[in-house]
């Protein structure tokens, strides 16, 4: 989605006015309300020294009436058009000044830093801001406040891939906000949905919200109203394939971004990128994608999908066998790359992995040797290879050393359980052997803090609760599970620690894990199942939690126990 093309710091200053006004002959005519208005009508026409000089005066007129509120809202306008460094020095003034005042801060110091970090391509610190806006707006339970937060914490899950979780929060605002947010803010939550339904590939809700903001802006007196919605408009037909019109909407919202914010603008070029690519219009695809690198370069504000574009123009100078343009786009590729791993410490699994960072860093020995020809750097490319070769051959040695540690404890579970089975062939697919509780030295092993007769209630509700395969439900916790036995967390933990000798978390996996072990044995049906499906059965909320569980439990991979599943019963 476009990062910043309706600037959150917006959503803090409640309702605006975009009505033109003459030429400013003298500030001192006009009040606090009517200098604000002025501020963004200037700020929303891309007018940033009259701007400035607005927030400028506002500031010393406040000062000089020593009005602390004013002079907070003064430090507030005067930050925006700011670089980074002056701006945080501006709103640790603020936060200066508010110190002692209650409502709205600190949560709006907060907020505001979190914009600017946002502003700046340091997510890391924009969403500790965030969070901490989020913590004091709760404290004082604010609303407005909270609202601004959440939408602020999903304006980043949007960045970062997370658009499913995002849409529910701009959804929701834009559906239930009519008393949290105005006209404008509200139109804010529209172009953000919008941008996440197009991730998420809900096109059909897109469009409609795309017409519904297209109408919205017609009515608006702020020129700048449509271009979002052009935006919108054209990478909807981008995810349509109708690539010919896609170019005309991008290349004309391209023109207008660039003279107002060249980060929007950059989102723009590189969807604009993607729908040459749809044409087969290769040249024209390098040309914009090289004007994007440019543009990015300039003010060093990266964006995930800026992998794509570098890797086709990587795979593109390589098919013209121009290694000095390869080379420097490889080298470009690993400074965002970098960069995105440090802001967003996230994997991103979506994107192409193709060129991944020892692949890259490997090519480029090898261009390197290629263009400068000396022997030096061409022994250097040798031995860096011959030391791959080694590490490869080790780490194949390792695998291969796992994979047969691996089969062997898989093949030994499978033995076990299928003697088992034979001799208890009417046994359930619970994992446990159950003993009656009478029979469980609670004397011995019981805490002093629980009576004996708790313990072994809890005892025989666990015994129920495995019988019964209860463990397969989603969402059991320590609580939801003391809550269902009529106990509370502290026994029911002490009990399990006890006498199950195990965490709750281990006690709960273990079952799964077990249960798992005999089904997958026991029936193909189930074993013919997608990973999530099985997963989902089991009551784990994703597979991975289930293949981590699965291979602390075994000490082996759940691939491997399948395989030998599948080679026994093929013997058979």
């Known amino acids: 989605m476009m990062k910043n093309i309706f600037p959150i710091i917006i959503l803090l200053f409640g309702n605006l006015v975009y009505a033109q006004r003459s030429k400013i002959d003298s500030l001192y005519e006009f009040k606090y309300p009517e200098l604000k208005n002025k501020f963004f009508d200037y700020s929303d026409h891309n007018k940033v020294s009259q701007a400035k000089q607005i927030a400028k005066y506002y500031l010393q007129k406040a000062k000089k009436e020593n009005n602390t509120i004013e002079i907070a809202e003064g430090y507030t306008l005067i930050h925006l058009n700011e670089d980074c460094p002056t701006a945080l020095k501006y709103i640790d003034s603020l936060a200066i000044i508010t110190k002692n005042i209650k409502g709205i801060y600190p949560t709006k110091t907060y907020l505001l830093k979190g914009n600017l970090y946002y502003k700046y391509d340091n997510l890391k610190a924009a969403l500790d801001n965030y969070i901490l806006a989020l913590k004091y707006a709760k404290e004082q339970n604010d609303k407005k406040q909270i609202a601004y937060a959440n939408m602020s914490i999903a304006y980043i899950n949007s960045y970062i891939g997370k658009n499913a979780e995002a849409a529910k929060i701009f959804r929701y605002y834009l559906y239930n906000g009519n008393d949290i947010i105005d006209d404008y803010e509200h139109n804010q939550m529209r172009i953000a949905l919008i941008s996440c339904y197009l991730e998420i590939n809900k096109l059909d809700s897109a469009n409609i919200l795309i017409k519904e903001g ?3 802006a017609i009515v608006g007196k702020n020129k700048y109203d449509l271009d ?13 394939k109708k690539y010919n019109t896609a170019i005309t909407k991008l290349s004309k919202v391209y023109d207008n971004l660039i003279k107002i914010n060249e980060t929007n603008a950059n989102y723009a070029l590189f969807n604009l990128g993607k729908a040459y690519q749809g044409a087969k219009n290769k040249g024209k695809a390098v040309e914009t994608y ?3 690198d440019s543009n990015v370069q300039k003010s060093n504000i990266t964006f995930p999908d800026l992998r794509e574009a570098y890797t086709y123009l990587i795979d593109y100078y390589k098919e013209k066998n121009d290694k000095e343009k390869q080379l420097y786009y490889i080298d470009r590729f690993l400074k965002v790359d970098k960069k995105l791993d440090e802001q967003l410490q996230y994997a991103f699994t979506e994107l192409p992995k193709k060129y991944d960072t020892p692949k890259l860093l490997e090519e480029k020995e090898n261009i390197i040797s290629d263009l400068k020809g000396r022997k ?8 860096a290879l011959l030391l791959i070769l080694l590490s490869l051959l080790y780490l194949y040695y390792k695998a291969k050393k796992n994979e047969k540690q691996h089969r062997k404890i898989a093949q030994d579970l499978i033995n076990s359980i299928e003697r088992k089975n034979v001799e208890t062939p009417q ?3 619970a994992p446990m052997q159950f003993q009656n509780i009478e029979q469980v030295d609670i004397e ?3 805490t002093k803090t629980i009576p004996e007769d708790v313990t072994k209630f809890i005892l025989k509700e666990l015994e129920i609760f495995e019988k019964q395969e209860h463990f397969l439900k989603k969402g059991i916790t320590l609580s939801s599970l003391a809550q269902s036995i009529n106990t509370n967390t502290t026994y029911l933990s002490e009990v399990i620690n006890s006498y199950k000798e195990k965490s709750f978390t281990t006690y709960l996996n273990d079952l799964r894990v077990d249960y798992a072990l005999k089904r997958l044995i026991e029936d193909k049906r189930f074993r013919s199942y997608k990973l999530a499906v099985i997963a989902d059965e089991l009551g784990y909320n994703n597979a991975q939690a289930f293949t981590a569980a699965f291979k602390k439990k075994t000490q082996t991979t759940l691939s491997t126990y399948l395989k030998e599943i599948e080679k026994t019963q093929t013997i058979k």
């Open 228 to 240: 979002p919605y052009s935006y919108l408009s054209g990478t909807y037909d981008l995810k349509l």
């Open 214 to 216: 297209q109408k919205y």
């Open 290 to 292: 090289s004007k994007l």
């Open 444 to 446: 011995d092993r019981a």
């Open 376 to 383: 030096r750097i061409l022994y250097v490319a040798i031995s």
């Open 427 to 429: 046994a359930t697919l």
